[in-house]
């Protein structure tokens, strides 16, 4: 009877005060405050309010995974982490994509990550000299794999035409014209980069290797 008598005790006490400590670390862990950091393109206030739901949240319990399928609804943002500040705040590292290009499809425009991925477009200021890719993301995507490659100097493309033959033209910002043919074109490129050294170069505006094994210049 006795030891009967100890176990409820034993049991009221606990249950007494484990109340009382919950409503404790709800109160005080709740979030009070967001940080946000190294973002460029995106603003703070943007962010904070497509994370609004964290407020008076537990941050103990908080849930990364309903942070993280916020965060990607913003296509400029590629990655973030998150650390947890007690007893009230949440501070969030940003990694934003870079824009290479601007794409332009008909009337709509896109700018292009460094991974090919397409982001919404803003005008901004920082982004406004990018080249512009008149053509599609894929076919894109393979000419600028094969640019890297080579080593080619992209800095100095300042436009990308892609023709219904599947063929590129390529402006630079001396207003050189490249007329690359549908297949091979690495070899043309190439070319290009060794004759950029010959004291004629400067001569011409159009370097035609349309026709197989030829360079026509004008």
Do not use: C, H
Not at 176 to 194: A, G
């Amino acid at each position: 009877m006795k030891k009967r008598l100890l176990i409820a005790l034993a049991l009221l006490a606990l249950l007494t005060t484990y109340k009382p400590q919950k409503i404790f670390l709800s109160e005080q862990f709740d979030i009070k405050e967001i940080v946000i950091e190294n973002n460029f393109i995106l603003s703070d206030k943007q962010i904070k309010e497509d994370l609004f739901f964290l407020y008076n949240n537990n941050l103990i319990f908080v849930n990364s995974s309903n942070i993280k399928k916020t965060l990607k609804k913003e296509n400029f943002i590629s990655s973030f982490e998150i650390k947890k500040i007690y007893p009230n705040k949440i501070k969030i590292k940003i990694f934003e994509k870079k824009p290479i290009a601007i794409l332009q499809q008909k009337k709509e425009k896109f700018y292009i990550s460094e991974n090919i991925d397409l982001i919404d477009y803003l005008d901004l200021e920082n982004y406004k000299n990018l080249p512009i890719v008149f053509g599609d993301k894929k076919n894109f995507e393979e000419l600028y794999q094969n640019l890297k490659k080579i080593n080619f100097p992209l800095n100095l493309i300042k436009k990308y035409y892609l023709y219904e033959s599947i063929r590129w033209d390529l402006e630079t910002y001396k207003k050189k014209i490249i007329k690359l043919p549908n297949k091979n074109y690495i070899k043309s490129l190439k070319n290009f980069m060794n004759i950029r050294r010959d004291i004629n170069f400067d001569k011409y505006t159009v370097f035609d290797y349309r026709i197989n094994d030829q360079l026509i210049l004008k």
